[in-house]
């Protein structure tokens, strides 16, 4: 639906940014950033109607009105039945916490028919369904997640067959007035596919919100009080499964032949953690409906209504039948029912009661951020084992606090993460570590375990280490269709040894001695990731970052160092091949660079067929082609590949800097030119496996032999 905003004598129509033109989109977006608080609600003006006091006697009267219309419209005497068609998708997602990248597991597409026959009788037939998997999983879904919600949800709201959400008081059904506070906070008109209808917006709360009971919004006709929308989610005591984090609900009516509202479009989505201890995954079951195609007193019989209340073709039948929408529409923004995050309704709730309201307070758990925090074997550092805690705390803050002992060099490691969120504004991040090895690769290239596994088997870890210690604020939002970061930091660095021959004497590549000193540096970063389901849909990621640190200031470096990625994929561009397209670039300058901040060049995650690192400089791009088929799906599958780069220096300010990268280690410089690395590879299941050959062509190239983990993972490993 879109929206018009209404009051007094005058309606002034609202173009959205799509709409108006390359400027008006500027400015739309120029103002979002400015204004978070009206980013946050959805709005893009203010309401001519303020905003009144809670239970107010207008907007009781509303929302008495509201009860009477919802528990009477079934007695109308010339509507016995109707009948309906809805199509839909459900998509199971995991992210790496909340608001972050999600990433797509199962897709689901259905097609029902829907019954209803006086007074309250519903059925529902699964008519269609397909699916696919992008990764192993054996979900199965709750009934009440593959249909409709046919009459906004009763009287007592229950998700899950009641195993989630059960007895949840309705905010428009009897009783409800001595349950819920309401507030009259807008007067909208919204565009329906047909007509314009004028609506009040009541926001609704529980009377106590430590107990159960919805929280969010319910738009009302303003003539009859009819429910129009409803846009909600739940107080955390609501909840019965105590994996559940969250559930957003937007259900959307339409008016049908001029006097009945039904449903017309629907979203629900619920995000799940693992409770037992603190892991950054969560999964997430985003379902998304659109209803059309009423026929009303079709003659529907009652006897029709005996037995399940949802029922299914044989799958023979179900499997033939032709959709007309894709597979993954519904993860295209551009094409999606609702808008992919539904994060705004959880926004708008945490306006009406306490942020903790919303989320269960934890008890102090043990933490694994990934694998590679537990256990590892790292040249710096040989043999690392640790452990860590966290616990969540009110309003939805976080903390982790993780220690433990590198063998070989003798060194305790420590560090610590908070998390706050102030809903509407910023995602605030402070972390303090002391003894982190950290990388000078702008990039992660390998996964931790793959990085282990290497190290104990070729003596080569991926990374360029040393040690830090310090601590990062970093403040973060969403803008412009991706998310935007602010960091200042204050480090300490000290080179790194080669500490693992202590522990395993074999055959390592050399650790260089990188700067030390004391920096403090300013970040200004911005990511666009790609839709969920990037390899079914396609899109666009990209991310860039700008750094900076000053000896006028503080610390021992001067730098100024600016990075862009970007990867774009086509799926079935050519005959049921995808092909993707990757790029990179970098620049550093400055008074005293830091070795720290040089670009490294030469195999995986640069140009692969190349040994690891053996070019530097202070000016950096790369660019990347990958052709990819699947074989025998999900098994199996081909790609080849082609890589280009090149590394240079420019300025007579960086020679300290390279000085240093070679002072250990085999001499590294610019390139001669282009290295160019080409190759084939298999991916296993799912291609979370991935196995490539690759062999640079010029300039030294060598055969590269590359066994590495799907990267959407490495952030658990």
């Known amino acids: 639906m879109d929206f018009e905003r209404s009051g007094g004598r005058r309606q002034r129509r609202l173009i959205g940014p799509a709409a108006a033109g390359p400027l008006c989109r500027c400015l739309a977006t120029t103002l979002a950033f400015i204004s978070p608080a009206s980013l946050a609600s959805g709005q893009q003006a203010q309401s001519p109607v303020a905003a009144g006091d809670w239970n107010s006697a207008h907007v009781r009267e509303l929302a008495s009105r509201a009860i009477d219309r919802r528990s009477s419209w079934t007695g109308d005497e010339e509507l016995n039945d109707y009948r309906g068609k809805a199509r839909g998708h459900i998509y199971f997602l995991y992210d790496l916490g909340r608001s972050t990248e999600r990433h797509l597991v199962k897709a689901d597409q259905l097609a029902l028919d829907l019954y209803w026959h006086a007074p309250d009788q519903t059925r529902q037939v699964i008519v269609g369904r397909r699916e696919q998997k992008a990764l192993p999983t054996n979900i199965r879904y709750h009934l009440d997640h593959l249909t409709v919600v046919m009459d906004n949800f009763g009287d007592m709201i229950r998700l899950g067959e009641g195993s989630e959400v059960q007895d949840a008081l309705h905010p428009a059904a009897p009783g409800a007035l001595e349950f819920y506070d309401y507030r009259l906070a807008d007067s909208l008109t919204l565009l329906l596919p047909d007509r314009e209808v004028r609506v009040y917006k009541l926001e609704v709360r529980p009377h106590d919100s430590s107990g159960p009971g919805l929280v969010g919004a319910v738009y009302l006709d303003r003539s009859l009080a009819d429910i129009v929308r409803m846009d909600f989610t739940f107080t955390s005591a609501s909840y019965l499964d105590e994996t559940l984090d969250y559930f957003n609900i937007r259900l959307e009516n339409a008016l049908w032949q001029g006097r009945y509202w039904l449903p017309y479009r629907q979203g629900i989505e619920l995000r799940r953690e693992i409770k037992a201890f603190k892991f950054p995954a969560g999964g997430i079951i985003r379902a998304e409906f659109k209803i059309s195609d009423y026929e009303f007193n079709a003659g529907t019989p009652a006897a029709f209504f005996r037995g399940p209340s949802v029922t299914s073709l044989p799958a023979a039948q179900r499997e033939t039948f032709v959709f007309e929408d894709g597979l993954y529409d519904a993860l295209d923004p551009s094409v999606a029912v609702t808008p992919p995050s539904m994060e705004a309704i959880r926004t708008e709730a945490a306006r009406l009661v306490a942020a903790s309201q919303l989320q269960r307070l934890e008890r102090l758990r043990f933490a694994l951020p990934g694998f590679s925090s537990v256990l590892r074997f790292r040249r710096a550092e040989g043999l690392y084992a640790g452990a860590g805690i966290g616990r969540t705390f009110q309003a939805g803050s976080s903390t982790i606090l993780l220690g433990g002992y590198a063998l070989g060099s003798d060194r305790w490691e420590a560090a610590g993460q908070t998390d706050l969120a102030i809903p509407g504004w910023f995602d605030a991040r402070l972390e303090g570590y002391w003894n982190r090895v950290a990388d000078a690769a702008p990039w992660a290239r390998s996964s931790g375990a793959i990085a282990t596994l290497a190290t104990l088997i070729d003596g080569e870890d991926y990374r360029e280490p040393y040690w830090s210690s310090g601590g990062i604020l970093t403040l973060s939002r969403p803008w412009g269709g991706g998310r935007v970061f602010l960091s200042l ?129 202070n000016v950096y791009g790369t660019f990347g082609l990958e052709l990819s088929r699947e074989i025998r799906y999900p098994l199996l599958s081909l790609k080849l590949f082609g890589d280009v780069g090149w590394v240079g220096s420019e300025g007579d300010h960086v020679s300290r800097a390279l000085s240093v990268w070679n002072l250990s280690g085999s001499e590294a410089g610019p390139t001669r030119g282009p290295l160019i690395g080409v190759g084939a590879g298999f991916g296993f299941l799912f291609d979370i496996l991935q196995i490539e050959l690759a062999r640079g062509v010029r300039q030294g190239g060598i055969w590269e032999l590359i066994v590495r983990i799907r990267s959407e993972l490495w952030e658990w490993l």
């Not at 990511?527 to 200031?553: F, I, N």
């Open 489 to 617: 930091a204050w480090e300490d660095w000290e080179a790194a040894d080669l500490d693992a021959a202590r522990l395993i004497d074999r055959a390592y590549r050399d650790v260089r001695w990188l700067d030390e000193g004391e920096v403090g540096w300013l970040a200004l970063e911005f990511k666009r990731t790609a839709a969920a389901a990037v390899e079914k849909v396609g899109g666009l990621a990209w991310s860039g970052r700008v750094e900076g640190a000053a000896r006028t200031l503080v610390g021992d470096f001067d730098f100024l160092r600016a990075t862009l990625r970007t990867e774009r994929l086509w799926p079935d561009l050519l005959s049921s091949v995808d092909v993707r397209l990757s790029g990179s670039a970098g620049v550093v300058g400055g008074g005293r660079v830091p070795a720290q901040r040089l670009f490294a060049l030469g195999g995986r995650g640069t140009v692969r067929g190349y040994g690891y690192d053996t070019f530097v400089g």
